[in-house]
């Protein structure tokens, strides 16, 4: 497929010296006019460049305002508004992309009495919210995501609306609000009366009823852990997904799930734009390690948080009660270590956490057995909390076995928790130290438990968010971006995951907090600074998306410490 640039016409009327803007629902950037054709464009002023496998060139803009790579396929669906003093909207998906002749209708919300106290119905189109929002005085604006929120014109009749909401993976604090209140704004926002609940994952689209929803019926759910729909891994097939949701006549999708169910939104939505479908596909990410990139907080965390301090209430009590006793809590993080340093940063009880991104080892001068030691020479007990995917590694040299993966594609994970608890009565056995240790794995019972308050309003707006955004005919990810929420394409959450740098103060407050070794050298340190700074510097001057570009990412992402991801 060849690249191709579109223009925005520029009119010029005698008389005429403002900017005129687009209508709200307008998914296409505003064009102005001017009295005279050398007058400066405002900084909205922006060339639309659509992107193919063949124009990598014309990703110079995003490429110098933040490090983002795309792969060849994704790059064919990029849509970049380059605008003045380095602007960019990392634009979404929209139904007029592929059938740009389609209607529009006002929106019902105008006539909604919940909203006639409202200063601004409805969202610019101008409004855009910024990736990164610390910057120098001469920085470039840098890259930006489309705002969320209601627009003036939708794409969708609500009579003519069939909506089917999915939740993918591992349950997580939180699903049933989702659900709860997707059911119920679409029904008393928009008044749409045809919603549809897909059962056990993506496979309840080939393989279950769809099951009616109405407002009556999730009344109550949000009350109740896990999710009404019900849940599984795998079972992704695209061609049978989108059939059924083109037998169906279903034309509104709300996905829930982590970054491999963002990774078959994506797939059903190019497989929707390929067949010329006017369907929206609206995903909602999930995950209870927090580890979905560019937004600020996947939902649930806060409740997994606040959960597992119990569970290091309880082994602080243990170890607190017992001689040299040690208390071991094993928390979520598959690859990042967010819950637990969160966890550990609020406790104020916990000596030391172990994380995915910080490589630790055991024995030796500044080892973690050298610190247990010690530790209870001065206080007499300690706690430890681990993330389920620290030190893999090590388990891997002791125990060798060979790689499994689940139904998702991740990796089987060996219980660390057990493994450190074994290895830690070993030292103290041939130290000849009495010591007591209690190993608590709070897993199932943090992912199983309705989500708190803070949660439980975040969930809501976010449904809200991907109701409005549905509705306008964008096809996107939605999640808050420095407080604001946005509509993020789908590649911006698929293609990297975020994880604990630990090259930054977060990571140091937590070590001054528990007093704990860093288990780092200098020359990690250096090596992870200079990694981070090499990965940066590559973005600015090797196309990304080339397979230039592949190698030498492959060669600094290949560190454990090179975890800057921007």
């Known amino acids: 497929m060849a690249s191709h640039i579109i223009l925005p016409k520029e009119e010029e009327e005698e008389g005429l010296a403002v900017a005129v803007e687009a209508d709200h629902d307008s998914p296409e950037p505003p064009r102005y006019r001017h009295l005279q054709p050398a007058q400066k464009a405002l900084p909205f002023s922006a060339t639309c460049v ?9 990703l110079r803009a995003l490429r110098n305002a933040s490090a983002t790579s795309l792969r060849d396929d994704d790059a064919a669906f990029a849509k970049l508004d380059a605008g003045d003093y380095g602007y960019v909207l990392d634009d979404v998906q929209h139904l007029t992309d592929y059938l740009p002749e389609l209607p529009t209708f006002p929106n019902p919300l105008q006539d909604h009495p919940a909203y006639s106290t409202v200063k601004q119905y409805f969202v610019n189109a101008d409004d855009t919210v910024p990736e990164k929002v610390v910057v120098q005085k001469n920085s470039p604006r840098g890259v930006h995501f489309r705002r969320a929120g209601p627009r003036q014109r939708v794409y969708f009749e609500p009579e003519d609306v069939k909506a089917c909401i999915v939740t993918c993976g591992g349950l997580c604090p939180g699903l049933n609000t989702v659900i709860r209140e997707l059911v119920c704004g679409l029904s008393h926002m928009y008044n749409v009366n045809n919603v549809f609940g897909i059962q056990n994952g993506y496979k309840g689209f080939y393989s279950s009823n769809y099951l009616p929803m109405t407002p009556k019926s999730v009344n109550d759910i949000h009350k109740r852990g896990g999710t009404v ?3 599984s891994r795998g079972g992704h097939d695209t061609h049978k997904i989108v059939d059924n949701i083109q037998d169906r006549g279903i034309n509104q999708v709300y996905i829930i799930g982590g970054d491999g169910t963002q990774k078959g939104a994506y797939e059903i939505f190019k497989e929707i734009r390929r067949r010329g479908l006017k369907v929206a596909v609206a995903g909602i990410p999930k995950t209870i390690d927090n580890d979905i990139a560019v937004i600020d907080k996947s939902f649930g965390f806060d409740t997994a948080v606040e959960e597992a301090q119990r569970a290091i209430d309880a082994a602080h009590v ?7 006793g040690i208390g071991l809590v094993k928390l979520m993080g598959r690859y990042s270590g967010f819950i637990a340093m969160y966890a550990t940063l609020a406790s104020r009880d916990v000596d030391c956490c172990l994380i995915p991104e910080s490589p630790f080892y055991l024995e030796g001068k500044g080892g973690l057995f050298e610190y247990i030691e010690r530790r209870l020479k001065e206080n007499n007990h300690m706690v430890i909390v681990v993330a389920e995917g620290a030190g893999q590694d090590l388990i891997a040299k002791s125990i060798p076995v060979a790689d499994q993966l689940d139904a998702s594609g991740n990796k089987l994970l060996l219980d660390v928790g057990l493994w450190l608890t074994h290895k830690i009565k070993d030292y103290c056995k041939s130290k000849k130290m009495e010591m007591t240790i209690k190993y608590i794995d709070p897993t199932y019972m943090i992912r199983a438990i309705p989500s708190n308050a803070s949660d439980n309003v975040y969930c809501t ?9 549905a509705m306008a005919g964008y096809s ?4 808050m971006v420095h407080g604001r929420h946005a509509y993020i394409p789908f590649h911006r959450v698929t293609s990297t995951r975020n994880k604990v740098k630990i090259t930054d103060r977060m990571w140091a407050r937590l070590l001054s907090s528990t007093n704990q070794p860093s288990f780092l050298s200098e020359e990690d340190i250096i090596e992870a600074r ?7 510097r590559l973005s600015l001057s090797v196309p990304a998306g080339s397979s230039e570009h592949g190698e030498h990412a492959k060669k600094y992402s290949g560190s454990v410490l090179a975890n800057g991801e921007k």
Do not use: K, Q, W
């Open 461 to 469: 707006l976010l449904a809200h968010s991907a109701i409005h955004g």
């Open 229 to 231: 729909l019900g849940s």
């Open 50 to 58: 659509r992107i193919s496998r063949d124009s990598y060139p014309n």
């Open 530 to 536: 200079e990694a981070e700074r090499l990965a940066n």
């Open 318 to 324: 243990e170890a607190s009660s017992a001689e040299n």
């Open 476 to 479: 996107f990810t939605v999640g």
